[in-house]
């Protein structure tokens, strides 16, 4: 049974940094395409995507470069390093895993999630 456990959310101030983890379990990890979602009206919004092997990152428009998505293959364990956070920023991050050879950016692609970790923004 796969499991996927996201952590690391919290209440910050504006221009803080927050560092997300995941623990994913129950699948050859690195083997599959993992990313990080954010919960925006009516859909899941990609953030940040990262390959199998690590060496393919994708991200969306908004972090701007204040995002890091990378992933330890020995502890199967997904991070996102956030930096200069925004009130914008805020919302509910989803962990997700799929068993892939490339590195998937589709919400749909992706058949596991975690439950989110809630990240707040104070200006």
């Known amino acids: 049974q796969v499991s996927v456990s996201e952590s690391g959310g919290g209440s910050v101030k504006a221009g803080d940094s927050l560092k997300l983890s995941c623990v994913i379990s129950g699948l050859n990890f690195p083997d599959a395409s993992l990313a990080w979602f954010r919960q925006a009206p009516g859909e899941q919004e990609l953030v940040a995507a990262i390959?199998?092997?690590?060496?393919?990152?994708y991200y969306a428009d908004f972090p701007q470069g204040r995002f890091h998505i990378f992933r330890d293959n020995a502890r199967n364990i997904l991070y996102l390093q956030m930096g200069n956070l925004k009130p914008e920023d805020a919302g509910f991050y989803y962990c997700?895993?799929?068993?892939?050879?490339?590195?998937?950016?589709?919400?749909?692609?992706?058949?596991?999630w975690g439950q989110g970790t809630r990240v707040i923004v104070s200006s």
């Open positions: 997700a895993a799929e068993p892939a050879v490339r590195l998937l950016t589709k919400a749909s692609e992706y058949r596991r």
């Open positions: 390959s199998p092997d690590g060496t393919s990152t």
